[in-house]
């Protein structure tokens, strides 16, 4: 198993930026895919961003392309995800997970999630 936290969360104006992180413990981080979703009030969760294991492939939802970036560094069990030019539409909890597939835009494919982070982006 691989228990995931992720940090970073805060209250931030539209325009601003944010950086997430996603620290590992458990099993060899290095062997799962991770990805970041989001979930506002009232709506379903979205994929947001995914990253393959070796950080060689990279997904990115439409709705953040070009604004967001997905990162691992695997010596120090960590992802993240660089968020710019934010909007108050981004506002939602994040959460972070890990998947057995190389990379994922899938949240049914992760199995192990963190307890998410909240970022509010006010206008």
């Known amino acids: 198993q691989v228990q995931l936290v992720e940090s970073g969360g805060g209250l931030v104006q539209a325009g601003g930026s944010l950086r997430l992180s996603c620290a590992a413990s458990?099993?060899?981080?290095?062997?799962?895919?991770v990805g970041w979703f989001r979930q506002a009030p009232g709506k379903e969760r979205e994929f947001v961003a995914a990253?393959?294991?070796?950080?060689?492939?990279?997904a990115y939802a439409d709705s953040v392309k070009g604004r967001f970036t997905i990162s691992r560094d695997n010596a120090k069990n960590t992802g993240y995800l660089q968020m710019n030019s934010l909007k108050p539409e981004d506002t939602a909890v994040y959460s972070c997970?890990?998947?057995?597939?190389?990379?994922?835009?899938?949240?049914?494919?992760?199995?192990?999630w963190g307890q998410g982070t909240q970022v509010t982006v006010s206008s």
């Open positions: 997970a890990a998947t057995h597939w190389s990379i994922s835009t899938m949240s049914s494919r992760y199995g192990y």
């Open positions: 458990g099993r060899t981080f290095s062997s799962y895919g």
């Open positions: 990253i393959s294991w070796n950080g060689g492939s990279t």
